[in-house]
């Protein structure tokens, strides 16, 4: 099960040159924490990035949202990665037919793919969605997760759906290295999928709107999964953004060593 296996060693398991070089990253940098920008201003999701970059492998954006987008700000982003060594996660979900997310990803004000090392999906259109990014974003060496699960109250992301989800996934794994789930499914031969879980918090289990937070360690021990998606538990309420990125970088690295040393 390769949720026994660090992420060193899956990392050779791996085709997609972004699935190889995140779980490197992750392994080199002890980290498995992506934090949610969910910013609308340029200025604070620099510097958001800027002071959690040193305990993140992922940097997760919502790009729409952002007010006064510009260039410059996927130029200033795409720097401090590199500075700071972590990815780009742009959490697009795109929702569409396959010519339409084609057009979404790879053009339009925001260029996706030109910058985003991951972005996501729902499979709510059917395979086409997937056919459409991966002719966009494969050229580029980038990676898709797909929309498994969702964290939220009432969900209809489960069930049936999920296993469909999955067997769109096994068919493009050149491209499709991972979802967004709230736990690891069983692996058939082969699989080696990334699991990216949101909703995880330290502190709390809920906020009032649906969302419902689990503690990292039963989302990376318990669960199986491989990255912890935290946001205004970092940032939020005037928190100390750099100090409670380490307090959750510890947390998650802690029962990842935990998991493949049982």
Known sequence: ??????????????????????LELMERKKSNLSVAADLNKKAALI???????PYICLLKTHIDVVEDFDQDLVDQLTALA??????????????????TVKLQYGSGIYKIASWSDITNAHMVPGEGIV???????????????????????????????????????????????G???MERYADKEGDDFIYMTPGVGLDQTSDG?????????????????????????????????AKEARRYQEAGWDAYVERISK
């Open 1 to 22: 099960m390769s949720a026994s296996l660090s992420y060193l060693e899956r990392s050779k398991l791996h085709s997609n040159p972004t699935a190889k070089a995140f």
């Open 47 to 53: 510097e958001l990035a800027d002071k959690v970059g």
């Open 82 to 99: 590199k500075k700071h060594d972590f990815m780009i996660f742009e959490d697009r979900k795109f929702a569409d037919i396959g010519n």
């Open 131 to 177: 056919q459409g990014l991966r002719e966009v974003g494969l050229p580029l060496n980038r990676a898709m997760l797909l929309l498994a699960e969702m964290s939220s109250a009432g969900t209809l992301a489960k069930g049936d759906y999920t296993v469909k989800t999955v067997e769109v996934a096994r068919k493009y794994k050149d491209f499709v290295v």
């Open 179 to 181: 979802f967004i789930a």
């Open 209 to 241: 709107m649906g969302q419902q937070w689990k503690h990292p360690r039963e989302v990376v021990f318990d669960r199986g999964c491989d990255v912890i998606i935290v946001g205004r538990g970092i940032y939020g309420n005037g928190r100390d953004a």
